[in-house]
């Protein structure tokens, strides 16, 4: 398992991908003692298929709507969060809750790669929902690509997915992306070209446009966003984002100058890499 993810309507329900076995395993959740009661499983995408491989979960910011990135089958998996069968389970005697009923009711899966790219050859990494709502962001190792998805807001239709579009992330097998506090840069983690690369992201359209700016960061696979702050030992004051990109140490990072009054210091030279 890649995750441990709570529902997030009632924080009670904490749902598990099961990668070996193409299943979720949901659990309930005490928050007073902190224990979990295996609560049942859920297949994670149609039930004819076999070497799905969920690998992450994530909920939509307002929507009753669960995004799974099934790793192995280059798809993404739609539920919808069952809120009366949520409400049973968190409202079951204890001797009761593993014969409980699926909280997460698949509604649509849509692939992540075009078609006539061979399956074998990618595989998926990391999964997000942009705060906004409005799209749903997968990286693609293998095709080497992060492929952005828009959310539908429409009433019959809340939350199902349409591809934008795939846009190749400058590097090789991109494991992690995440966006800075604004929601309008993207950096992505290539771990096997031994670079991060940083993308503006557009909040309308939803494409990605490269911006030139990379670094050399050995085999980065996960980067976090982080409010830098001043220390008691100094009179220093930092107020811009910054991020860190994890390998086997961190790397303090700026961004882009952009409509946050964010400013990036110049890369530092470094030859071509021929995994690029």
């Known amino acids: 398992s890649h995750a441990v993810v709570l529902d997030s309507h009632f924080g009670r329900i904490a749902y598990v ?43 939509h910011p307002t929507l009753p709507v669960a995004y799974v990135i099934n790793e192995l089958s280059s798809e993404v998996s739609v539920f919808d969060f069952d809120r009366l069968a949520a409400e ?23 692939r992540t790669i075009p078609d006539a790219f061979p399956g074998d050859l990618n595989t998926c990494g990391r999964i997000t929902v942009h705060t906004a709502g409005n799209f749903v962001l997968v990286s693609n190792r293998g095709h080497d690509s992060i492929t952005v998805f828009r959310v539908n807001q429409s009433l019959l ?15 090789a097998t991109p494991r992690h992306f995440q966006f800075d506090a604004s929601g309008q840069w993207l950096i992505s983690a290539n771990q096997d070209s031994d670079r991060i690369a940083v993308f503006r992201f557009n909040l309308a359209t939803g494409r990605l446009e490269w911006t030139g700016h990379e670094y050399s960061v ?17 009179d220093e004051v930092f107020d811009e984002p910054a991020a860190l990109a994890l390998s086997g140490g961190s790397l303090p990072l700026g961004f882009p100058a952009g409509p946050a009054g964010l400013t990036l210091p110049a890369p530092a030279p470094s030859p071509p890499s021929s995994k690029l």
């Open 17 to 59: 991908p099961d990668l070996g076995m193409d299943l979720i395993r949901q659990f309930r959740y005490d928050h007073v003692e902190g224990k979990m009661l295996a609560a049942g499983t859920m297949r994670s995408g149609p039930a004819d298929r076999k070497a799905l491989g969920p690998r992450y979960l994530e909920f």
């Open 88 to 110: 049973q389970l968190l409202g079951a005697p204890a001797a009761e809750v593993a014969s409980a009923a699926p909280t997460l009711r698949l509604r649509q899966t849509i």
């Open 157 to 171: 239709k809340a939350g199902q997915l349409s591809i934008v579009g795939s846009f190749h992330t400058r590097g």
């Open 218 to 234: 050995p085999s980065p696979n996960f980067v976090c966003n982080v409010l830098t702050h001043s220390e008691e030992a100094t």
